[in-house]
């Protein structure tokens, strides 16, 4: 694991669970906090996110696992020789990148087509 990968991966994260939980927990109370990325006890940003006590269980849990990714060149958790993911929170997380996955998919379309 890089710090640029670090980064992106986390940023990556934060923006597909905030949408997941703005557009499918609307009617659930969120909360707000902060998420501080760092990097071998290098802090390097605040990510500021408002989201359900579920979703925030699941960013930090999943930001924790990226963070200690034991892979030199993380591959992408989908491919991952020996996923480190308890199962329960693997299928709460493949909903959300599915979900969000589509809907930044969807944007992208409509952008194109707009123009
Ligand atoms: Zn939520």
Known sequence: MTKEKLI??????????????????HDIPKKKGALQVS????SLCDL????????ETLFLYAYGKLKNCPHENKPSC????????????????ASVMMF???QF?????RKI???
């Open 78 to 93: 989908r491919k991952c020789p020996d996923p480190c993911y308890a199962k329960p929170m693997w299928k709460k997380m």
């Open 105 to 109: 998919g969807l944007t992208k379309i």
């Open 8 to 25: 992106s991966d986390t940023q990556t994260l934060h923006r597909f669970i905030q949408l997941h939980c703005d557009k499918k927990h």
């Open 113 to 115: 087509f707009s123009k």
């Open 48 to 55: 500021p996110y408002h989201i359900c006590e579920e979703c």
């Open 39 to 42: 990097f071998k006890e290098e």
């Open 100 to 102: 969000s996955g589509m």
